[in-house]
């Protein structure tokens, strides 16, 4: 039976202590690195006899966080399978990992069952997610699908005041910037209102940030 090289990077070191002494008690695994840190890990993995199969990454940590090490692992050692295992259960933080090259992503909270499913799956298969991964991703298509319709709907004078608004410029200067009436421009505002399902200029700027229409 093949022994399963594991690396933990993890800032907390009782975590990651206590992590090691779990998977260590089962013969099918062996923990050969544990780092508090990105910089600290790409320097073991850079003058190691041995490197890992799969390593457990913490996302929050100082130095190199788990996004950046993980899109460094990516490039340089594709081979190795990164699980993220984080207390973040921010469907953006996901979505940053899982771009970076995670095959898997997990909870702390979760049962150590869970844990060595994961690894063995990640490690015979490639990846593995758990139904908190595919509803926090379903999640996102749902919202990405809405504000692409939300977007479709409007015109290109409308995305032309939403651009002013995320300036300074009053509503009866934006009018001017545009040669347009302040009262045109108050039926863009309430017409973007509606489409966009906003309540007011703040919401509107943020939408246009988060959308790159500023």
Known sequence: MKTIPIAIVDDHTLMSKALENMIMENPQYSVIMNCPNGEDFIAAIEN????????????????????ETTEWLTEHHPDIKVIA?????????????????????????????????????????GSFYTDFVAQKLL????????????????????????KWACSELTYKEIADKMFLSPKTIDGYRDSVFTKLEIKNRAGLVLFALKHDLC
Do not use: C, H, W
């Open 85 to 125: 295992l984080t207390m973040e259960d921010d469907e953006k933080v996901l979505i940053k990992m899982l771009k970076a090259g995670a095959k898997g992503y997990l909870l702390k909270d979760m049962q150590p069952a869970i844990l060595f499913q994961a690894i063995d799956t990640v490690f015979d298969k």
């Open 139 to 162: 999640k996102v298509k749902s919202e990405n699908i809405k504000n692409a319709s939300l977007l479709s709907e409007l015109k290109d004078r409308e995305k032309e005041f939403i």
């Open 48 to 67: 190691a006899p041995e490197l890992p199969a799969v390593v457990l990454m913490d996302i929050n940590m100082p130095y190199k966080n788990g996004i």
